[in-house]
C-alpha cells in the first residue's frame, strides 16, 4: 500500500490489477472491503446499459467495471460529502471524469430527478445492520456504510424498482444469515430473483454473504451458481479469490 500525495489528508493510495487501477482512500473513514470486489465481479452489464451505484463510496466498483471496460459510464451516487469527493478525485486519477459521474445525493431523493425507468442496471453494496442491532462505529463514515442509519434496505429496493426498466437488473450484496429478509424484501418491489451465489470463508464454513441479482418483472425463476470459496484449508487465498485483485 502507498501513501497518496495528499498524505496530509490522512489517505492512502491503494491500487488494483497490478497497480493499474489506483484508489485514493480515507486512512481512517469508511474504505471498501471484498464484499465491493465480489459485487464487481458478480455484476455482468452489457456495454450499453445505463448503470447507477447507489451509495458509491470511493467510487470503486463503478472503476472496476470502467476499467475492465465492461460498463461505458456509470453514475455513483453518495450521500456523504467527503466521500462523493474522493470517488470524483478517483475518477479524476483514472481518466474517468466524464464516464464516472458522481450525484452528492441522498437515493431516497432521487426519484424526482433520475426519473422512472431510465436504468438497466443499479448496483448496490447497502448498509448491513439495522439499527440497534451490534454497536454503530464512532466514526461517521463508517457508521452510515455498515448501520441503516440514513437508508434501509427497503429504501434501497424502493429506489432501485423505481429506477429500473421494465426486465432492468438489480445486483446487490447482502448477509447470508439475512437472506430470507431479502428475498422477501426484494419481492414487494416487482423484483425476481434471477441469479443467486453465497460465499462462504472456507469450504466447512456457513456462507458469509449473498450475491443476488433480481429482474423487474422478471419471471419466478432462479439460478442458484456454486458457491464462492475465498480461503483454502491452508489459509490462502483461493485463485477465484485472487483474481478479485488482479
Not at 500500500?1 to 490522512?10: F, L, Q, V, Y
Not at 484508489?23 to 469508511?30: A, R
Not at 472491503?33 to 451509495?55: C, E, H, N
Not at 476499467?67 to 461505458?72: D, G, N, P, S, T
Request: aromatic fraction near 8%; charge should be positive; glycine fraction near 6%.
Amino acid at each position: 500500500m502507498k501513501k497518496s500525495p495528499g498524505n496530509e489528508r490522512a489517505e492512502t493510495l491503494d491500487t488494483l490489477f497490478a497497480g493499474r487501477l489506483k484508489i485514493l482512500q480515507k486512512k481512517d473513514g469508511y474504505r471498501f472491503s471484498i464484499d465491493a470486489l465480489l459485487l464487481a465481479r458478480f455484476v455482468q452489464p452489457r456495454r450499453t446499459d445505463r448503470v447507477i451505484d447507489l451509495g458509491t463510496g470511493c467510487g470503486v466498483i463503478p472503476l472496476i467495471l470502467l476499467f475492465r471496460r465492461e460498463a461505458q459510464k456509470v453514475i455513483g451516487v453518495e450521500i456523504q460529502p467527503a466521500l462523493a469527493e474522493i470517488a470524483r478525485r478517483n475518477a479524476a486519477l483514472n481518466r474517468f471524469v466524464n464516464r464516472f459521474p458522481i450525484w452528492e445525493k441522498d437515493l431516497k431523493t432521487l426519484r424526482p430527478k433520475s426519473g422512472q425507468g431510465n436504468f438497466d442496471l443499479v448496483l448496490t453494496n447497502p448498509p448491513y445492520r439495522k439499527v440497534g442491532s451490534g454497536r454503530v462505529n464512532p466514526e461517521g463514515e463508517k457508521a452510515v456504510a455498515r448501520h441503516e442509519l440514513n437508508a434501509t434496505l427497503t429504501d434501497v429496493l424502493r429506489t432501485a424498482s423505481f429506477l429500473l426498466k421494465p426486465r432492468g437488473r438489480l445486483c446487490l450484496i447482502y448477509p447470508a444469515s439475512r437472506a430470507p429478509e431479502l428475498i422477501q424484501a426484494i419481492g414487494r418491489f416487482h423484483l425476481e430473483p434471477k441469479r443467486l451465489q453465497f460465499v462462504h470463508s472456507h469450504h466447512q464454513d456457513k456462507a458469509r454473504l449473498l450475491l443476488v441479482e433480481a429482474r423487474k418483472e422478471g419471471r419466478a425463476q432462479a439460478q442458484v451458481l456454486p458457491p464462492f470459496f475465498l480461503y483454502e484449508s491452508t489459509g490462502e487465498s483461493t485463485p477465484e479469490a485472487q483474481a478479485l485483485f488482479r
